[in-house]
């Protein structure tokens, strides 16, 4: 989970009225689809160099990258410009060190 400005994605919003989606969607019309999956690719190559940054041993390990926006979250819950869910993503959730490490997933790789 990466905080995200809706700025960033809001001219790729699908043509036309959508209506929410209870499943994996119907791939939704864009006029600009090549500029979205570049940005999404972008925003994968970004999150891929964070985790090997902070964890070096998943360099070459990782199988599969699925990247969401807010445009996806926004397409399932109708939540206002793709606000996120769960947890609450302002910058202290992810530097107050109690939480980070009360949250720590960390596992064999």
Known sequence: LA???WSHFERHQ??????????TPPHA???HEAQYAQLKSRWAERMLAALHKHYPQTEG????????TPLTIEN???SGKGAAIG???TPARF???DEVAALDMRGPV
Not at 14 to 23: E, K, M, S
């Open 3 to 5: 905080p995200a400005e």
């Open 95 to 97: 530097v107050d060190e």
């Open 76 to 78: 399932y819950l109708r």
């Open 61 to 68: 390990r990782v199988v599969a990258v699925d990247i969401s």
């Open 87 to 89: 947890l609450d993503v």
């Open 14 to 23: 699908p043509l036309g009225d959508q209506p929410a989606a209870r499943h």
């Open 29 to 31: 019309d864009r006029e």
